[in-house]
């Protein structure tokens, strides 16, 4: 389908704004889902002229994590373009990801006569993990000819990744993890299954020769195992795609490491809500498409918090008119997945959308909610055909035959 | 999906009947649609009574052509079988395509020193253009064993069709455009891209030469360049698919010319809807799948006529009485795209549907509009799957297992 999409392409000097409200789906907890009970005024209002449905991030009853909750959001088959779980432990981590890297996601453990014993070395407190990354890192910053940058986690965890000379082969990452899963077990070595995994396999297994000497003597954490190796996914980039300059507007590093996987432009920054409104006003000029992202909305709902995911759907209600002073051609509100605070977690449920356009019938929604979006014109939809509409709506795609 | 339906398919008596309204879906102005505005009395009453929905020709956000959208209609996804250019154009302007054709559309064109100084020979206005392709088909009629048929279009456009003695490979027409795209350029030779192309490019070639041999005095129109080879797509007919034996009603050639890649009877028909419709009572009893097909609601939608098309739409309400009078076991109206007046053009917009049977829930929407359809039975669905809702209201599917 991208690829039909991508000869229909044109360019024009439309606007596009999708916002992402973390986690927005909900489900009712005395009667009313947390979007529901929220005092929405902005976005009723825009609910009654906008284009209203519900998608589905990866497939039905599928429970989403955020990486193909964003995917699909930005045009990518979750399930044909997965992301390695390394991958995304260094972009949430605020580590760059080129394709001449891999990367890896590491637990501290305990080792005691080429034993573990404890895989987890302790969960040691984030302060002290956050003291020996450091040190690692001033001592190991080249294997051979493979840049290494360390990043440090919370607790135990930490992600490591190895930037290479070359672009590396789709298969250069072909490893199994180190961690044999079980204490008591000695770890593994790092094992290449393939031909091209072969130096990735050599660097890690230095790599982790190396932090043993390091911290031999550490009580607790004085090992590495490794997790997850992956490389950087082959995916077409927004400009490629449709033809888009795009721009990533977010304050946590996962979400603009996501949002530079498809080549947006994701530039560090931190701030509250509306410092992101700010920012897409002062670039607004720059890109053609952009992706604002609030964090807080999926906070809340995975601590169960019913009020403060509340409270934080109403603080974005109230910063929307400032978008709208933008007056984009099409501007899209929804999420990446639900977050109902009842669950404490993501869920499957599909997610309210509207979509504002010149170009809808609207009418049939008499706010933004889970419920009314059961009645609007886009219906229920896989989530990955949400870049078809919003390209359709912005006037940017040709006629499909004569 | 169709090889499930064809092992299912069985024979009865009953009728199908088809009606386009072409380009029938809109969007608001001031309000309303188009559907919306038109007073439609017989409709609504239908759609209170009928299974209604609304149905996406191609995929979401895709803007159909004429051709995927009838194709899609007659159960063919667009996806897969795709028309060509220069068989379009010929059926567009009326000429009949086989299995043994290639077809190809052309542009008169200024040549002078062997470059093209204008591709489209300042376009010509349609007479003089029409009275120098007669003069061609009077010359030329055969080129080596294949007769050639030449159709003039608008200005500078004409279409040709080369009829070859046996049936032609799935490949034969794999030939690219003899137009530079560029003035000042050479023309391009016709450049066979597979082995089973020499043919066609050989006989394409001496074309040409012949077309410029007899216009090579003329001032403008002097040389002709060829775009969109293309050959008759391998389809199964409505027979083989369905065991319908099938008439399409249809006044422009173009639709008649889709109807017939499909294997309908299409006989040349000219006048009002009031003729179309009196033609479907003449011919009731000799088919059991009837396609009738009404223009001008597109018309008026691509020339942003709000209320031409309107008008057009209760044209269409208003002899609706004369087709229920036959009572079809299953008549379904809908059109093959949306053409909104206010975009002066086809859209993506799913098109408003109604079915009537004996064999549909009905109750759900109060009058046949695009926002009443999104409360159908029938939800938001590919439009290939139309022949399928046809074929089971008219209990013309087995049972698939046991």
Redesign the interface.
């Known amino acids: 389908?991208q690829k039909?999409?991508r000869s229909?392409v044109q360019k024009n000097n439309s606007k596009i704004v999708l916002v992402v409200l973390d986690g927005l789906g909900g489900l009712p907890v005395n009667g009313k889902t947390e979007l529901e009970t929220a005092a929405t005024p902005n976005m009723d209002s825009l609910a009654r002229a906008s284009a209203c449905g519900l998608h589905i991030p990866v497939a039905p009853g599928i429970t989403p994590g955020s990486g193909p909750g964003h995917l699909s959001l930005f045009g990518y088959d979750p399930l044909e373009f997965q992301i390695g779980r390394g991958i995304l432990e260094a972009l949430g981590l605020g580590l760059e990801i080129r394709k001449t890297d891999v990367a890896v996601r590491c637990n501290y453990a305990t080792i005691k006569d080429g034993l573990i014993i404890d895989r987890r070395a302790g969960r040691i407190p984030t302060d002290q993990s956050r003291r020996l990354t450091e040190r690692l890192q001033k001592e190991i910053t080249k294997v051979d000819d493979a840049e290494i940058t360390f990043a440090a986690g919370m607790e135990h965890r930490f992600a490591v990744v190895m930037r290479f000379p070359e672009e590396l082969e789709k298969d250069a990452a072909q490893l199994p993890d180190t961690d044999p899963q079980q204490e008591g077990k000695a770890p593994l070595a790092p094992q290449p299954l393939s031909k091209n995994a072969e130096k990735v396999a050599a660097t890690a297994g230095k790599i982790i020769e190396q932090v043993h000497e390091i911290l031999k003597n550490e009580e607790r954490a004085n090992f590495a195992l490794m997790r997850g190796f992956s490389g950087m996914p082959d995916i077409q980039t927004f400009e490629e795609a449709y033809g888009l300059s795009s721009l990533a507007i977010a304050t946590y590093p996962m979400y603009r490491g996501l949002a530079t996987l498809v080549g947006m432009h994701a530039p560090v920054l931190e701030g509250t809500v509306e410092d992101e409104i700010a920012f897409l006003k002062e670039q607004y000029n720059k890109y053609d498409f952009f992706f604002l992202h609030v964090k807080k909305v999926d906070s809340y709902g995975e601590d169960g918090n019913f009020a403060e995911k509340t409270k934080r759907i109403e603080e974005f209600d109230a910063l929307l008119p400032k978008i709208m002073e933008l007056n984009p051609d099409v501007l899209a509100i929804t999420g990446d997945h639900s977050t109902p605070a009842l669950m404490k977690g993501h869920s499957w449920h599909p997610v309210p959308i509207l979509l504002k356009s010149?170009?809808?019938?609207?009418?049939?929604c008499s706010s933004f909610s889970e419920r009314e979006c059961t009645?609007?014109?886009l219906?229920i939809?896989p989530t990955v055909?949400l870049?078809?509409?919003?390209?359709?709506?912005s006037l940017r795609?040709?006629?499909?035959?004569?």
């Open positions: 389908m039909i999409l229909l010149p170009y809808v019938l609207g009418g049939l009645k609007g014109e219906g939809f055909q870049m078809s509409f919003m390209l359709a709506n795609l040709k006629k499909f035959g004569a």
